[in-house]
């Protein structure tokens, strides 16, 4: 199939040396067995064409940390219940779990179609493993994925939100495990399990058993957060596991110094380490650019949309970078297109340099197309109008005049 006239960012303008637009131009793409195999000057297209009226092709958007259980979210309003501690809010998940299988799979399906909706072809699941239920959340929710295949991919992540001792000793996890669940995930050793050296060894004596990539859930804030990181570090290099760790929220990371967490970026640099973060607004957040110019690769997320910890989230990745920039106050062309990077995987149009880096013959057709300008102007106005394309078949939006 031929789709004419799209834009695609070709460069930076620059005045006086200065970077203060990006340069376009119009192409005719050709997508074959779910490829970009053709890439042509406007006007180039052949026979019956699709036109796609100017809208500018950016890579599909990437949610590597998602809830799809225990969420209100498809289902009746309801705001988060007030408790004091993290301890409660557990306590208080206990006593629902059980209640919310029966509509865990048509809310579960309202969140992937709200996500998916925006953009995103890949989600990375976690999902709830615990003493209470057992991996019931698992089935569910992996089997509303399945169903969605015509439109994402994704991996699943083992999450203990009971503590993961606890969910270790009574068995869960190994089974998540044999079942093959893609990825391990790890909770608060400090704060939750309260062995730091004990849960670390666990988590990272599993990974390495059914050679599976960690996830590490760290809340912790301050010293304490910092500590468990650099245990993490150690924990990293004794079992070899380079590249195959990442770090979800890490929000003791925006509690440190610029210089420090300069050497701690370098850090995560070193042994491969990945960052999910939302970009909160209730704390310091982690200046996310700092890692991903120092080689990290950082990925903004979603989290957690309208459960029994918080009432908020739209399920738009595009409009976590919206807020991203607000907080670090990025506010000019080239500033706002680099945000980018942390919402794809790594994948932008342009380099730092202002060279084009995608698209390119032979990629993957999975393109969002958007009624915009330019990268920049996507992420600072949080477009609406939005059509997606996933490995060469459109599932979402119709290209509006």
């Not at 376009?24 to 890439?39: F, P």
């Not at 809830?67 to 409660?88: C, N, Q, R, T, Y």
């Not at 509303?144 to 869960?172: I, S, W």
């Not at 342009?350 to 330019?374: H, M, R, T, Y």
């Amino acid at each position: 199939m031929w789709i004419k006239n799209v834009k695609l960012e070709k460069g930076f303008y620059k005045e006086q040396g200065l970077i203060t637009s990006t340069i376009t131009e119009l192409v005719d793409l050709y997508i074959e067995d779910g490829k970009i195999v053709k890439i042509e000057k406007s006007g180039k297209a052949e026979g019956k064409a699709l036109d796609a009226k100017g809208y500018l092709a950016l890579p599909t958007l990437k949610d590597n940390h998602v809830h799809l259980d225990k969420g209100h979210f498809g289902g009746p309003w309801k705001a988060v219940i007030p408790m004091s501690s993290v301890a409660e809010r557990i306590k208080e998940e206990e006593e629902f779990l059980e209640d919310f299988l029966e509509d865990t799979p048509k809310k579960a399906q309202a969140l992937i179609d709200l996500i998916t909706g925006f953009g995103a072809t890949y989600l990375q699941v976690q999902v709830n493993i615990d003493p209470v239920i057992g991996l019931k959340n698992y089935h569910l929710v992996r089997e509303v994925l399945e169903n969605n295949r015509h439109k994402l991919d994704f991996d699943m992540v083992a999450f203990p939100q009971h503590g993961n001792l606890k969910t270790y000793e009574e068995g869960f996890l190994v089974e998540a495990l044999k079942e093959g669940i893609e990825i391990l995930g790890g909770l608060d050793p400090g704060k939750i399990d309260k062995d730091i050296e004990k849960s670390l060894k666990v988590s990272f004596d599993l990974a390495k058993k059914y050679n599976r990539p960690l996830d590490f859930h760290l809340h912790s804030p301050g010293s304490l957060g910092i500590y468990e990181i650099e245990r993490i570090f150690k924990y990293i290099e004794n079992y070899n596991m380079k590249g195959r760790v990442s770090i979800s929220h890490g929000l003791s990371l925006g509690d440190i110094s610029f210089h420090e967490g300069q050497k701690m970026a370098r850090k995560f640099k070193e042994y491969g380490i990945s960052i999910n973060t939302t970009q909160p607004l209730e704390r310091p957040a982690l200046p996310f650019m700092l890692y991903i110019n120092e080689g990290v690769q950082v990925n903004v997320v979603n989290d957690n949309i309208n459960d029994h910890w918080s009432p908020f989230g739209t399920g738009d990745i595009i409009e976590k970078l919206n807020t991203a920039c607000q907080i670090h106050d990025f506010n000019d062309e080239y500033s706002i297109s680099r945000t980018l990077k942390a919402a794809t995987g790594g994948i932008t149009p342009l380099d730092d340099q202002g060279n084009q880096i995608w698209p390119k013959i032979g990629d993957s057709a999975d393109i969002l197309f958007v009624k915009g300008e330019s990268s920049a102007h996507v992420i600072a106005r949080r477009i609406p109008e939005r059509v997606v394309l996933f490995k060469g078949e459109f599932v979402k939006g119709e290209f509006e005049n």
